[in-house]
């Protein structure tokens, strides 16, 4: 990111800088310095980006083609999000509302401390466990759209395959360092709340009611202030404006340019529906999907949150394929088989 900056210092006004950067340069958010600098020197006129990995290292390439401006001109407006969106037609999103998902509830998000804590916890379920003593490990591989796919898909965990793993409260009662920063996770999280996949194809929420899951570093736990707020919060992630306002925040930051990087912050930031009682509607059959999933819960979903934002169709249609891709591909957008 540097180099690129440090190209805008050297060329002469009118002069071109275009130079191979990690698609994380478009929108990281420890970039963002480094993208203003370029703004007071340059215009960003192209955006040129690679589906493959040209690299033996594990990250994917776009190159930005810059153009020197004269001294004492004003900063250039920031392209960034915008070329990149055209790249991979993402649809132009309405107007949205200035209230965040951060105002109504909170994002908790677990690190290494909290993972490594939780290893020596963490065992299959057994014959007579109680919800009381043993609570579900739920990882990002286990979350389906709208649901949790607990105990009936294996998942990895600490470098092991585990068909139902549980987290031993007791085992965690004792103990300082990771073991401490485990104990308050679960602590912390162990309430009604909808856990968030990261590194998906568009955004896979589900709820735990009873509050009784442990998600797993990097799920994210999303906790509202008020209770009876659970799944109308659910119902705004899971809506397509929400993917698609989030794949326009989080670019080039994925395993992937067709992958979501959820980061906490940036889900807090995600701005709720402006139509109250489609919002409602949504929730309500979101609800319905996750006790009885089929395509018509998704479709009365789909129709109630499309009018929850007042979104255009195009950005349905964009979710939509988007999930079908989805569908078959493993954790991390990686095509399963």
């Given at each position: 990111?540097?180099?690129?900056?440090?190209?805008?210092?050297?060329?002469?006004?009118?002069?071109?800088?275009?130079?191979?950067?990690?698609?994380?340069?478009?929108?990281?958010?420890?970039?963002?310095?480094?993208?203003?600098?370029?703004?007071?020197?340059?215009?960003l006129?192209?955006?040129?980006t690679?589906?493959?990995?040209?690299?033996?290292?594990?990250?994917?390439?776009?190159?930005?083609?810059?153009?020197?401006?004269?001294?004492?001109?004003?900063?250039?407006?920031?392209?960034?999000?915008?070329?990149w969106a055209?790249?991979?037609?993402?649809?132009?999103l309405?107007?949205?509302?200035?209230?965040?998902?951060?105002?109504?509830?909170?994002?908790?998000?677990?690190?290494?401390d909290?993972?490594?804590?939780?290893?020596?916890?963490?065992?299959?379920?057994q014959?007579?466990?109680?919800?009381?003593?043993?609570?579900?490990?739920?990882?990002?591989?286990?979350?389906?759209?709208?649901?949790?796919?607990?105990?009936?898909?294996?998942?990895?965990?600490?470098?092991?395959?585990?068909?139902?793993?549980?987290?031993?409260l007791?085992?965690?009662?004792?103990?300082?360092?990771?073991?401490?920063?485990?104990?308050?996770?679960v602590?912390?999280t162990?309430?009604p709340?909808?856990v968030?996949?990261?590194?998906t194809?568009?955004?896979?929420?589900?709820?735990?009611?009873?509050?009784?899951?442990?998600?797993?570093?990097?799920?994210?736990?999303?906790v509202?202030?008020?209770?009876?707020?659970?799944?109308?919060?659910?119902?705004?992630?899971?809506?397509?404006?929400?993917?698609a306002?989030?794949a326009?925040?989080?670019?080039?930051?994925g395993?992937?340019?067709?992958?979501?990087?959820?980061?906490?912050?940036?889900?807090?930031?995600?701005?709720?529906?402006?139509?109250?009682?489609?919002?409602?509607?949504?929730?309500?059959?979101l609800?319905?999907?996750?006790g009885?999933?089929?395509?018509?819960g998704?479709e009365?979903?789909?129709?109630?949150?499309?009018?929850?934002?007042?979104?255009?169709?195009?950005?349905?249609?964009?979710?939509?394929?988007?999930?079908?891709?989805?569908?078959t591909?493993?954790?991390?957008?990686?095509?399963?088989?």
């Amino acid at each position: 990111w540097l180099f690129l900056l440090l190209g805008c210092d050297l060329v002469r006004p009118g002069g071109r800088v275009v130079l191979v950067q990690p698609q994380s340069v478009v929108g990281a958010r420890d970039a963002a310095a480094v993208r203003s600098a370029v703004g007071t020197r340059a215009d960003l006129r192209e955006l040129w980006t690679d589906d493959g990995r040209v690299f033996a290292a594990a990250v994917r390439v776009c190159a930005p083609v810059l153009v020197r401006r004269s001294d004492g001109d004003g900063p250039a407006p920031d392209r960034w999000a915008d070329l990149w969106a055209g790249k991979l037609g993402l649809p132009d999103l309405p107007g949205l509302s200035d209230v965040t998902l951060g105002e109504r509830a909170g994002v908790v998000a677990g690190f290494r401390d909290e993972y490594y804590g939780l290893v020596g916890a963490v065992r299959e379920r057994q014959p007579g466990d109680t919800d009381a003593a043993m609570a579900p490990l739920v990882t990002s591989g286990t979350l389906a759209w709208g649901r949790c796919a607990w105990g009936d898909r294996a998942v990895r965990f600490a470098k092991r395959r585990w068909n139902s793993p549980v987290v031993d409260l007791a085992a965690l009662a004792d103990g300082d360092g990771v073991r401490a920063a485990a104990r308050r996770w679960v602590d912390r999280t162990r309430r009604p709340k909808v856990v968030v996949a990261t590194q998906t194809g568009v955004l896979v929420p589900a709820v735990d009611e009873p509050g009784s899951w442990v998600p797993c570093v990097p799920a994210l736990a999303v906790v509202p202030h008020d209770p009876d707020d659970l799944w109308r919060v659910a119902a705004a992630v899971a809506s397509p404006v929400a993917s698609a306002w989030m794949a326009r925040r989080a670019a080039g930051t994925g395993l992937d340019r067709h992958v979501l990087r959820v980061s906490g912050p940036a889900l807090a930031a995600l701005p709720l529906p402006v139509d109250a009682g489609a919002w409602d509607e949504a929730a309500a059959a979101l609800r319905e999907h996750a006790g009885a999933p089929g395509p018509a819960g998704i479709e009365r979903f789909v129709a109630a949150a499309g009018r929850a934002y007042d979104a255009p169709p195009p950005v349905t249609g964009w979710w939509r394929e988007r999930t079908r891709a989805a569908e078959t591909a493993g954790p991390g957008g990686r095509r399963a088989g």
